[in-house]
């Protein structure tokens, strides 16, 4: 590698070695008791997607009350789609390649699980009415058939040392959204400002 870019399989079994005991086969191939529990507790997951022939990749976070995420059977969830900005470039990308990996995580917990499977997306009455919040039904639902599973340790979490209230910025310190689109997009930042305050009250559902 005299440029030092890894640019093979081969390469990278070569310079990073293999795996030791069982994490060597740590993803199974359906949810079990401790994946579910996890789901049931998390708040929040990131999505990630890619578009066909090496088109461009997203990760997009998805949030709502602890368990927003349905465990449909022991390969099947459904994530509900709540009122966003209407891009769906996620979505875009599953009509695409239905191929997502998903990584949940928990508040105070070391730990993140993550679930690699097939996506689709569907507007099924029935089982929309099982992901109703606050009274409002999601628009959609995204369907995970899963291909495989496992929970990852802890290091990335205790070295960001992302659960600690200290360690939070005060928010002065960062421009506001309005700010920030203003100086991307030319628009009225306080605008911007005052219609996010809006929606975070009146359009999260």
Not at 84 to 110: A, C, K, Q, W, Y
């Amino acid at each position: 590698m005299p440029d030092g870019d890894i640019k093979s399989r081969e390469q990278l079994e070569d310079y990073y070695g293999q795996p030791k005991g069982h994490l060597s086969r740590k993803e199974l191939p359906k949810l079990n008791q401790h994946s579910k529990h996890f789901i049931s507790l998390s708040p929040f997951l990131v999505l990630s997607t890619s578009a066909a022939n090496d088109g461009p990749a997203d990760a997009s976070p998805r949030g709502d009350a602890p368990g927003f995420v349905r465990v449909l059977d022991d390969i099947t969830i459904a994530i509900p789609d709540r009122p966003g900005n209407r891009r769906t470039d996620s979505f875009h990308n599953i009509m695409e390649n239905p191929e997502v990996g998903l990584v949940f995580m928990v508040l105070g917990m070391l730990e993140v699980l993550r679930i690699n499977g097939r996506a689709r997306l569907t507007t099924d009455a029935e089982l929309l009415a099982t992901l109703e919040a606050q009274g409002k039904l999601p628009r959609a639902a995204l369907v995970v058939d899963i291909r495989d599973v496992y929970i990852h340790c802890g290091k990335a979490i205790i070295r960001a040392d992302l659960w600690n209230p200290e360690a939070q910025i005060d928010r002065k310190d960062f421009p506001s959204m309005g700010q920030i689109n203003q100086d991307w997009y030319g628009v009225d930042g306080k605008m911007v400002d005052e219609k996010l305050a809006k929606d975070y009250v009146d359009t999260l559902y």
